[in-house]
């Protein structure tokens, strides 16, 4: 298979353009490359095509180094050879698109911006630099990031894009009145297109009107009374209000009618439902959910749930004891079970149910949900010398696991004891270079504490290089930029993380980095927003006690 895909790579090598004027060693660095980006070799690969290709000047292996040196991250030949693309051909999409990339992750954000209108204005809004674009003003809602906004608006008469784009700016800089006009706009012009109402009853729920947003939500069942996203966000509404019991019923039975042939996609709701006291209609869902094929374990664990709902624990008891070792749904048995003891009241029996399961075991990753459910059952009860204890047990039982010490390092730092943390989060990453939590949670303490801010700034980008997508890391990092004194990168970094979790921590963060941007009238609303939904999350309450007391 790999020799096949070695001639087609030497086959299109020599149909390449500019293939007569390459020297020999050229042809040999960029065949290596391919090679080894084969084998999977891409960091290496990358710098060794991306030179032969800067050598040749060759549009074609221009663009194919651009790729590699792109998915190994290195941003700066990305910028060496977008530019050099740019500048032979000053149209290319994806050229500028990874070129305002390469300046975004150096910080050189006006760059990237011009870049970024360069070819959107050479392309249009359909091409990805238009969504890199998006992002780069969303970064930073300031009056010139709308003024640019609004050129685009004029630009591309209003198209669904610019709307978008516009809608978001908006709301993100607290524009409601705007927002809502610009939503009014597509929706008039777009009457079918759900996803506008959507936005538009977001948008009046974020703005406090409660009475536009029922409105909104109301035309949308009556526009989309058959679009699951519609119906869904109904129902959830409707939860959110504790609303009649009928209503929320008749919104379950009309997701099950729009999503029947996927009875998994209903469980989550149903769990939603009873979770929040909805379980008149539960025991009929669940029977139905087992005609439409549901599997036996989902359908135990409902029926489970809804005896805990009607408080009768012995028959949810009865359920989980009844889930033998080698079912499926076993662990998730043994742990509900747990906590529902727990709820009981009867604490050290859970506890003992767990170490059955623990004791006598010699893999700890067989093992490792019941530890962790067992720590938190001590820490919910105040019992963190025992959580301690059990975390030494365990150590000396299984030996030295990089997930024991994770978890003992977790204990020591909610019990205050920074050092003991950061010994067990040191020997965690010693004995697994890939755990991306223990370098984070390290990086974000000391950042927290103002200690060692390189060192924290490493880790932490560590953290983010194992996992990229995770928003509590991203957080971390704009945190320590705020520590840092960089001020716009940080409010930059919060907004991604922000965005990409609703979090009320991250907000907090958020808030306070615009706070000290002198945009105090936004992070007092930020602030606002997240206590109406989380009251008792301690950073926030502290966070604005500090500033707005």
């Given at each position: ?37 084969l ?26 180094s ?7 991250q290195?941003?700066?030949?990305v ?57 780069e003003?969303?970064a ?30 908006y ?8 927002a809502?006009?610009?939503l ?15 936005a ?8 406090g ?5 029922e409105?909104?939500l109301?035309e ?15 129902f ?29 996609a ?9 979770d929040?006291g ?31 709902n ?8 009865a ?8 079912d ?37 990753a ?22 301690l204890?059990?975390?030494?047990h365990?150590l ?36 697994d ?10 990086g ?16 932490i ?22 520590r ?12 991604r993380a922000y965005?990409m ?8 963060h ?9 945009r ?11 206590a109406?939904?989380?009251s008792?999350?301690s ?5 604005m ?5």
């Open positions: 298979m790999k020799l096949g895909k070695i001639a087609i790579v030497a086959a299109s090598l020599a149909a390449s353009p500019g293939y007569a004027e390459l020297s020999s060693d050229t042809v040999f660095n960029i065949l290596a490359a391919e090679i080894g980006a084998y999977g070799e891409v960091d290496s690969s990358a710098s060794r095509l991306a030179d032969a290709a800067i050598e040749s000047e060759d549009l074609t292996l221009l663009r194919r651009l790729e590699f040196v792109h998915a190994a290195d941003w700066e030949r910028q060496l050879i977008a530019e050099k693309i740019f500048a032979l051909e000053p149209g290319d999409a994806r050229a500028g698109d990874l070129l305002g990339h390469a300046y975004q992750a150096t910080g050189r954000h006006q760059n990237a911006l011009e870049v970024f209108l360069k070819v959107v204005e050479e392309h249009g809004t359909g091409v990805a630099a238009f969504a890199s674009l998006a992002t003003l969303e930073d809602p300031s009056d010139a990031a709308i003024e640019i906004v609004d050129q685009l608006r004029a630009q591309y008469k209003d198209n669904d894009d610019t709307l978008r784009l516009a809608a978001r700016m709301l993100t800089a607290g524009r409601y009145d705007i809502l006009e610009t009014d706009k597509a929706i008039d012009r777009a009457p079918q297109v759900m996803p506008w109402y959507l538009k009853y977001y948008t009046a729920k974020r703005s009107d409660a009475e536009l947003a409105e909104v109301q949308a069942m009556a526009a989309g009374p058959d679009d699951v996203f519609v119906v869904e966000t109904f959830r509404t409707r939860i959110e209000q504790q609303a009649d019991n009928a209503e929320v019923e008749a919104a379950y039975w009309k997701l099950a009618e729009l999503q029947g042939r996927d009875p998994s209903l469980v989550g709701k149903l769990e939603y439902a009873m929040s909805y379980s008149d209609f539960a025991s009929e869902a669940i029977v139905q959910l087992e005609m439409a094929g549901l599997p036996e374990v989902t359908i135990r664990l409902l029926q489970a749930k809804l005896a805990e009607f408080e009768d624990y012995d028959s949810a008891l359920i989980y004891q009844a889930f033998g070792e080698a499926a749904g076993y662990e998730i048995a043994v742990v509900y079970r747990a906590y529902l003891l727990q709820q009981m009241g009867r604490e050290q029996e859970a506890i003992d149910s767990l170490d059955a399961k623990i004791n006598g075991q010699s893999k700890y067989d093992i490792e949900r019941f530890a962790i459910t067992k720590l938190d059952l001590l820490e919910r009860t105040k019992r963190v010398d025992d959580a204890a059990s975390t030494n365990w000396q039982q299984f030996g030295d696991h990089a997930p024991i010490y994770f978890q003992r390092g977790l204990v020591s730092i909610r019990q205050g004891d920074f050092s003991a943390f950061e010994r067990d989060m040191r020997k965690t990453i010693e004995l270079l890939s755990h991306a939590q223990a370098r984070n949670a390290l974000y303490e000391l950042v927290d504490r103002n200690l060692r801010l390189d060192e924290a700034g490493d880790l980008q560590q953290a983010i290089n194992l996992k990229p997508g995770d928003a509590a890391f991203i957080d971390s990092l704009g945190w320590w930029q705020f840092k004194g960089e001020l716009q990168s940080a409010q930059r970094t919060l907004r965005s979790m609703r979090d009320p921590e991250i907000g907090a958020l808030g306070e980095v615009l706070w000290e941007l002198g105090t009238e936004e992070a007092t609303r930020l602030w606002a927003e997240l109406a939904e989380y008792d999350h950073v926030l309450q502290d966070t006690e500090r500033f707005l007391r």
